[in-house]
């Protein structure tokens, strides 16, 4: 046994150390650990191939058979098909066994196809070329033959072959620029840091001569977390141990950029690498028209058993009688005789179901999947929902749930990215109680930071001047922004000007970006991070150098970051910016009341703000901060916990320097799609982390939420001044009374909710439903059913979920859709019936997650209202007329069995119980699926409300579905009984056949049969003619050809003797049956009268009660051709570019002052003129305004009341 393993597990439990179940060892190079260290122990770990392929050549069959026999109508219908094969059945296998044949046949080849293409992906990934370092040399090998523990050479543009650690690079900083693209859609470059021991390593012996362990956690999904550390062994010395985290970890699928080459260890291979664990499924989406599916199909299922159980009943009591027990034309052979009559009724009432199953519509589950698959292409070819800007168009990445997009009753959306363009613009800075506004007009020349104009000298004392340089300095060094110069950006000469390559800034958060770059407009300009070192431009064209020490990252939960950096002085200083929420707390000292009014003055404005603070930190305390970040960042175990806890512990006593304002606008017609929505009846809810003030400016400008408008506040503020349940209970009753007086008057009062997530969290405690007070979601729900829009605040991703799962699962079960852009977002999509992702800034993660992607929050409308209608009409005459024309089909059936002593003998030919759903009816109506347009698509466009024609499965519910059924049997009697008196006027032969008196022509049984089913095929077919509106030649082409089709077929298969058949009792039938004037008047009269009562039906309720979809149908015939005109969407130009409106303002005698009419402050100047300042800016007290290099700034004496 191995003591020093014993002692080591031993030492670790007594001094508190972490339990080390959930790590891995690897070991770098597959070289032993010197002796005295730890024992070697080999691990198998999976090797470096992807499968993402479902079966393989040997399980294909079997395993696709398993799981389309798991849906319960293909298991039925191998029931039946075994039955007709058992026992002795009126209908040939053959009429069961080839539609399920046909089924299961088209879904293997469409799943066995998809399957191959996988695989072939497969084998492409997994046999290209990787570099690896073995013996000091570099070999080729495949991608599937690497192992964890091997050391892998990744040159630039390649993609890494498996999850690395990042050894060394051949920059000489050990950074490496990667792009994630493919994981997460984020195009910009990230930086990754080797390790700092092997940073230096250069050459592939150098590389080799490593001997280390690597310690991590197991593999786990999430892309941006990662624990582990490094023990570097030297020669007999201690083993050096360095913290591994998500900066370390080049993860599979991502590609090198701007970096010759660098060297790597695998820790993570094959189906464990972090985008292999991504590839998981999500949860199945059922819609809500395939639940009606299955409930009708289980009324139907209930329908055929009592047919079936009837007909064996009746049969028994009608052979009751002796005579009548073995009719001479069916006698019983001797083992018939002998059963025992309980066994011989089961075998009847299977023969029964046999021969009444065609109720169940087997083929239905096809077209429809068919209707699902083609129909999602209207999506993707859609031409108004392509953005130039993006180069794509919608994508579907599901079609399951196309027809759910016209039932969506509620939309929960995100702001920033969604509503909102993500496109930062910094707009000004308040700095100690002043607001400084980059780049102000004068006369006609912008007043930039180059000008000789000093801004600092008019600054009334040093003291204020110490704070603008440290809060300047604050934003050019609190960030992860990275510098690119136009040579470095993958060979695309960017950041040229005026002939001069410069830099550009490059970030995963678009507010770093404005935040630096509106710095770099006052003054101060970031110039790059080299060897550790932040370098920026002052204002007087200095560059000043701070050593960056350590990065407390931004996570969502602080809310904030903050950097540690020593200035050449020697003195260390922690600068801290975040959202108000989590600074104002921690600040000891600075004009924090001041500073608080203009943040929340910026918020009613619609800006996105953050507060910047400081603290100087001794040597003392820093040693103390570097020992906690230390010992949280070598822990194995809870390292985010402990370093929340070493954050919390050094970002404190801060001094508080300002708060910065950036725009984020509002994305092109996002207030015309929320408007369009609200028509529609839908309901919107935007769920945003943003602060309260922020959010409520842009539901204002977005038509959210309009100044009429009742706000309805619950919020951690108000919840402070009165109890929950009081605050839920009085909002309660002001809806109620409201929704009680709107009865009476005509003018009805609209609300709308705030709630921030603090208060959310409370109202979905579980206690509280227990509590004396009663149940707080269900007040909260009635609250929110009573306001148009509802507005949820300073949400946690979590929350987000929890909103759209608490709406969800209300008693309405309204549908609910998701949309958002970011990570935060995913979810919420997942947990929504419909998740659509936009392409946006913030990565393509939502859009992967997501059942649709769009580029634009308004293609939303587009989506909703005229795909989503279509796809819902569609898919629901579908369903409704499958079930209708089975009934047809099958009643007759069931009805000519009281005509032939229940002796099971089928109406129909056995060609014809085949191809009734896979050839004769099938096209039509799958063509209708796909392309009718019941309304233009600008009539949809034009009325919104025509949405909620549809709303609630309004065409699928019982009523419709029973007019449908009740419809069939109808036509099923008219078919029947129509055919039998018309030929009542007969006498009977000696052969049993019928012999009409005036045509002297023989009808028999089948003559009968298919009288009554060429009655079917074309009055099914005529009522699908009838309900289409939108005519196109195909249409023609397939309704009228499945006629001809059907025609053809029938005198080909009785006008032939077919050698394969062993019978031929269609023979000359058809022909037969067509020479008879009686039949062809028959089957005109037929089709008539059971055509008829549809359409007076349609032709009275569009008299008396017409929808509001009926009425638009009126009216686009009453004006054709001037759809076009009347769309309000075709005076609407699309805006590109950005606004240089602007408004001048008088300063004297010879100089003006232009502002973006679109600016804060430009807006506060234009009020106070408005209201008779005058139009010299002396007048403008009590603001001093001051010119400045970099712009202008005004000074508020004291503290700002907020609008």
Partial sequence: MDFNLLRNIISRYCTGEEIWVDSRTVYIGHKEPPPGAEAYIPQRYPDNRIVSSKYTFWNFIPKNLFEQFRRIANFYFLLIFLVQLIIDTPTSPVTSGLPLFFVITVTAIKQGYEDWLRHKADCSINECPVDVVQQGNVARTQSHKLRVGDIVMVREDETFPCDLIFLSSSRDDGTCYVTTTSLDGESSHKTYYAVPDTMAFKTEQEVDSLHATIECEQPQPDLYKFVGRINIYKDKEEPVSRTLGAENLLLRGATLKNTKHIYAVAVYTGMETKMALNYQSKSQKRSAVEKSMNAFLIVYLCILISKALINTVLKYAWQWLPDRDEPWYNHRTENERQRHVVIRAFTDFLAFMVLFNYIIPVSMYVTVEMQKFLGSYFITWDEEMFDEELGQGAQVNTSDLNEELGQVEYVFTDKTGTLTENNMEFIECCVDGNVYIPHAICNGQILSAASSIDMIDSSPGGYRREYEDLFFRALCLCHTVQVKEEETVDGIKRGIHQGKPTSFYISSSPDEV????????????????????????????????????????????????????????????????????????????????????????????????????????????????????????????????????????????????????????????????????????????????????????????????????????????????????????????????????????????????????????????????????????????????????????????????????????????????????????????????????????????????????????????????????????????????????????????????????????PLYDTAYLTLYNISFTSLPILLYSLVEQHVTIDALKRDPSLYRDIAKNSLLRWPVFLYWTCLGVFDAVIFFFGAYFLFDNTTFTSNGQLMTTNTQMMFGNWTFGTLIFTVLVFTVTLKLALDTRHWTWINHFVIWGSLLFYVIFSLLWGGIIWPFLNYQRMYYVFMQMLSSGPAWLSIILLITVSLLPDVIKKVLCRAICPTATERAQVQEKQLPGSMAELTPLSFCQPYKGRSTDSTLLHLGAAETLSLRSSSPLAQKLLTHLAEGGGSDLSSLSPYMLRLSGAGFAYYAPGPETPV
């Fill in 514 to 905: 404005a935040l630096v770059e509106g710095m770099k407009r006052l003054g101060y300009t970031y110039l790059r991070l080299k060897d550790n070192y932040m370098e920026i431009l002052n204002k007087d064209d200095e560059i000043e150098r701070f050593e960056l020490l350590h990065v407390l990252n931004f996570d969502s939960v602080r809310r904030r970051m903050s950097v540690i950096v020593k200035s050449i002085s020697g003195e260390y200083l922690l600068f801290c910016k975040g959202a108000d929420s989590s600074i104002f707390p921690r600040v000891v000292s600075g004009k924090v009341e001041q500073v608080k009014a203009h943040v929340e003055q910026n918020a009613v404005e619609g800006l996105r703000t953050l507060c910047v603070a400081y603290r100087r930190l001794s040597e003392s305390e820093y040693l103390e901060a570097c020992h906690y970040l230390t010992e949280a960042k070598l822990a194995l175990q809870d390292r985010e916990h402990r370093l929340a806890q070493a954050y919390d512990v050094i970002e404190r006593d801060l001094v508080l320097l300002g708060a910065t304002a950036v725009e984020d606008r509002l994305q092109e017609k996002a207030a015309d799609t929320i408007e369009s929505l609200h028509k529609a009846g839908i309901k919107v809810w935007v769920l945003t982390g943003d602060k309260m003030e922020t959010a409520a400016a842009t539901c204002y400008a977005s038509k959210l939420f309009r100044r009429s408008t009742q706000i309805l506040e619950l919020t951690k503020k108000r919840t402070k001044e009165q109890s929950l349940h009081d605050v839920l209970f009085e909002l309660n009753r002001t809806v109620i009374r409201q929704r009680s007086m709107s009865g009476l008057s005509v003018d009805c009062l609209d609300f709308g909710l705030i709630i921030d997530g603090a208060t959310l969290s409370a109202v979905l405690k579980p206690s509280q439903e227990v509590s004396g007070h009663g149940n707080y979601r269900e007040i909260f729900l009635e609250i929110c059913r009573n306001c148009s829009a509802v507005l949820c605040c300073r949400m946690a991703p979590l929350q987000k979920a929890q909103i759209v799962k608490l709406i969800k699962s209300s008693k309405e079960h309204p549908i609910t859709l998701a949309i958002g852009d970011g990570a935060n977002d995913v979810s919420m999509i997942l947990e929504a019936h419909v998740g659509i992702g936009i392409m946006g800034k913030e990565g393509r993660q939502a859009a992967r997650n997501s059942d649709y992607a769009i580029p634009k929050f308004k293609h939303l409308k587009k989506m909703l209202l005229v795909h989503g209608h279509y796809y819902y009409i569609r898919i629901a005459e579908l369903v409704q007329y499958f079930f209708y024309k089975n009934v047809c089909f099958i009643f007759p059936q069931f009805l000519y069995q009281f005509f032939c002593g229940f002796s099971q003998q």
